[in-house]
């Protein structure tokens, strides 16, 4: 029964590639792997700009996305939406620590209770947003707002201070689902 199992998952497996090819049937391995794996947070997508209608919850190893001018995803509008990512950040050691982000639309990112970029305006990928904030070792909540309204959607952020080097990207085994 088990063999049968098997070479059935496979032949539905070569059909789905033929299909779909196989960078397409890639892609969803992957993002069903990513909701598997320890570590990350979740995102939340939103038609409207403003956080409006809930539309889909995946997750993410990194505060990082490119959209691109397509769907992000499945549900949602290429344009007009918002996502909200959150999790915990895992601070390793008390220090005062430094965030950049770059967004091509609207964001901003809050460590706790402090909003520490406010970015809430279109196209500032090449200078980008920073702020500091002092944090004691241990477990705080962090949630990251972007909008899209036209165009290309993405964002990144990136962190130092303590024993993180400069130039990090916020990711897992730092960040955890909530």
């Known amino acids: 029964m088990k063999k049968q199992l098997f070479a059935l998952a496979i032949v539905a497996i070569f059909f789905l590639v033929l299909l779909w090819g196989v960078d ?5 391995l992957y993002r069903g792997l990513e909701e598997l794996l320890p570590g990350g ?16 919850v995946r997750s993410s ?12 995803a499945l549900g949602v509008p290429a344009d007009g939406y918002s996502v909200r990512f959150t999790g915990i950040l895992q601070v390793p050691e008390t220090a005062e620590y430094f965030f950049f982000m770059q967004s091509l639309q ?13 970015n809430w305006k279109p196209d500032n990928w090449i200078t980008g947003a920073h702020g500091s904030v002092c944090l004691t070792n ?10 899209k309204e036209t165009g290309e959607g993405a964002v990144r952020v ?21």
């Open 41 to 56: 947070v979740r995102v939340t997508f939103y038609e409207g700009t403003d956080f409006e209608k809930r539309v889909c």
């Open 138 to 147: 241990g477990a705080h909540s962090v949630r990251l707002d972007l909008y």
């Open 61 to 72: 190893r990194a505060l990082v996305a490119g959209y691109g001018t397509g769907k992000p």
């Open 24 to 28: 397409y049937l890639g892609f969803w």
């Open 106 to 118: 609207g964001a901003k990112l809050y460590i706790g209770d402090h909003l520490v970029i406010d």
């Open 158 to 178: 990136k962190w130092t201070g303590g024993p993180i080097p400069p130039n990090t990207l916020m990711k897992a085994p730092y960040l955890k689902k909530e």
